[in-house]
Nanobody, 124 residues
Framework: QVQLVESGGGLVQAGGSLRLSCAAS????????MGWFRQAPGKEREFVAA????????YYADSVKGRFTISRDNAKNTVSLQMNSLKPEDTAVYYC?????????????????WGQGTQVTVSS
């Protein structure tokens, strides 16, 4: 089992920045690919970004490419999502997830453990 706890969400104006963090505990974290997903009201959960277990590979949704950066620190069992140039359409609950796969994966079904989510609201 892997337990995940997100933090860092909040309210920000369009064009601003937020940094989300996810703290992992439980079984070995460093072997898991990690990802961030988001879900807006009335919409399905969608992929945002993913990082391989060693951090050498990353993958982003087209909608956030160039604005968001995912990173991880295996020594601290954390994964982060730096979000810049935020837009109102980025408003959603953001979830951290861990996959038993080691490489980058970007579908909901490939992730085995999920956090509770943190709210990000971007005002126009």
């Amino acid at each position: 089992q892997v337990q995940l706890v997100e933090s860092g969400g909040g309210l920000v104006q369009a064009g601003g920045s937020l940094r989300l963090s996810c703290a992992a505990s439980g079984r070995t974290f460093s072997w898991n690919a990690m990802g961030w997903f988001r879900q807006a009201p009335g919409k399905e959960r969608e992929f945002v970004a993913a990082i391989s277990w060693y951090g050498g590979s990353t993958y982003y949704a087209d909608s956030v490419k160039g604005r968001f950066t995912i990173s991880r620190d295996n020594a601290k069992n954390t994964v982060s999502l730096q979000m810049n140039s935020l837009k109102p359409e980025d408003t959603a609950v953001y979830y951290c997830a861990a996959s038993q796969a080691g490489g980058v994966v970007h579908t909901v079904a490939r992730y085995d453990y999920w956090g509770q989510g943190t709210q990000v609201t971007v005002s126009s």
